[in-house]
């Protein structure tokens, strides 16, 4: 018997191998006409047939490119590239096609080519599974020109925070670190992004429920370095996010960045960016000259310790010689506050279950504090105990066994560790010791 997922695979790899004649409504997908339900959303035919693909208009949608890739799906549009979902026609796999038309806008088409010789080129010398893979670009001829790529099965970053509330801080930890950790080997190979934001990270949802997150578009992406001419001059990145050397065309480095990634960190936790408005120009004099906001600010119901506020503070600093030096540091923070996090986590759960499980008094209530029946102290919980109460160093110890930090007497019960140090025998003829004595 063949399972659900083996017969939608061979479906989509029969659907592939095929000239598609019509599409479907709900996705846009390419659909063939004798097809029960579309094979990529599950939509039912009409009654009346799938409509044919003439009308929806697409000219890249059902062709085949190259003879090897069959475009079966729209996933994108940009301001001079449309994405595409393609299909393997001799294997079971699928990927994504960037379709640039260098006749778009005012661009100069040559000057397109060797950006995205230069985008390829730079991903191809990282291997960081939180960077979208490049494969190769295709000349599709008519002044378009085609970047094989992997597909992600996601949401970006811009629609998952929009599609509910903010994200809860250990998401947004575990998503920026997995970010940092992609930029920082591209910043280790002296490339810098430039047009990090939510729409440029794509999170996909694994089996187990973990996000993964992955780093798309370096298209603009610029290299640092004497030996390498910057293709790309002026303002270049989006103004939601930029970094104030951006806005003023300054010289940049991989801070620039990391600038960025704070802006980010933002607007994961409160929903919106740094320093929202309809007007860019406004947009841009905020980013120059007024203090980022604090989280707590924009999201008053929501708890920030003090060392997040610190560090999405220093990563928005407009003096970047202020933020953190590189992204070793601020993944170094995080794992601090996710470390931190998860410890009071379990210390409330700890105390939930502790309360639980104190002793009824004499009027049935539970105890405020569990007593130990034959003493009049209160059981000390081994996190409220002072280590020093615990172990005692063996310099605060003279020869004769007291501490020379309190010189007074103290009972022999009161003395740290007595029971485990025994202090030498004071006795002029002690016993002999049969394992540390010969015995005369």
């Known amino acids: ?52 693909l003439a009308d929806l208009g697409d000219p890249w949608l059902g062709r085949t490119i190259d003879g090897r890739y069959r475009v079966t799906r729209r996933i994108g549009r940009g301001t001079f590239a449309d994405v595409y979902r393609i299909d393997s026609v001799s294997i079971a796999r699928h990927f994504a096609i960037k379709i640039i038309d260098t006749d778009r806008g005012d661009a100069d088409p040559e000057a397109i080519i060797a950006r995205l010789d230069r985008e390829v080129d730079a991903l191809s010398q990282l291997r960081n599974p939180h960077i979208v893979s490049f494969y190769e670009i295709l000349d599709l001829g008519g002044g378009h ?57 794509m999170v996909e949802r694994l089996p187990a429920g973990d996000d993964f997150a992955r780093i798309l578009d370096f298209g603009v992406v610029s290299t640092t370095g004497s030996s390498t001419v910057r293709l790309t001059h002026g303002f270049v990145g989006t103004p939601l996010y930029a970094s104030p050397e951006q806005i003023q065309d300054l010289p940049l480095d991989w801070r620039s960045d ?21 007007n860019t120009y406004d947009v841009l004099r905020m980013h120059l000259e007024k203090p980022p906001p604090r ?46 996090e998860t410890s009071e986590a379990h210390l409330d759960n700890h105390s939930t279950i502790d309360r639980n499980l104190r002793p009824l008094d004499r009027h049935g209530q539970r105890m405020s504090h569990p007593t130990n029946e034959h003493s009049p102290e209160p059981i000390r919980r081994h996190r409220d105990t002072p280590l020093s109460g615990v172990l005692k160093l063996p310099s605060d110890f003279g020869d004769d066994g007291h501490n020379q930090a309190d010189s007074s007497p103290r009972k022999r019960s009161q003395t740290p560790l007595s029971g485990i140090l025994k202090r030498p025998s004071r006795r002029k003829n002690p016993t002999p010791n049969t394992f540390t004595e010969p015995v005369e």
Request: aromatic letters at 6%; proline letters at 9%.
């Open 258 to 278: 990391i600038y960025s990634l704070g802006a980010i960190l933002f607007f994961m936790l409160t929903g919106h960016p740094p320093f929202p408005s309809n």
């Open 1 to 52: 018997m063949i399972g659900p997922t083996k017969r939608n695979r061979s479906a989509r790899l029969r659907a592939a191998q095929q000239q598609p004649t019509c599409f479907c409504r709900r996705c846009r997908a390419a659909a063939h006409a004798e097809e029960p339900a579309c094979v990529y959303c599950g939509a039912p035919a009409p009654e009346k047939g799938w409509p044919p």
């Open 145 to 201: 020109i085609g970047v094989i790529m992997d597909l992600v099965d996601g949401v970006t970053l811009q629609q998952l925070v929009s599609q509910g509330q903010p994200l809860s801080t250990h998401r947004a930890y575990t998503i920026l670190r997995q970010v940092a950790n992609g930029l920082l080997e591209a910043h280790k190979r002296q490339m810098i992004h430039r047009d990090l934001k939510p729409d440029n990270i």
């Open 295 to 340: 989280l707590a600010s924009v999201v008053p119901w929501g708890t920030f310790p003090p060392s997040l506020e610190a560090l999405v503070a220093a990563m928005l600093a407009k003096d970047r010689q202020v933020r953190p030096a590189d992204l070793s540091l601020v993944i170094a923070a995080l794992d601090r506050l996710t470390l931190e």
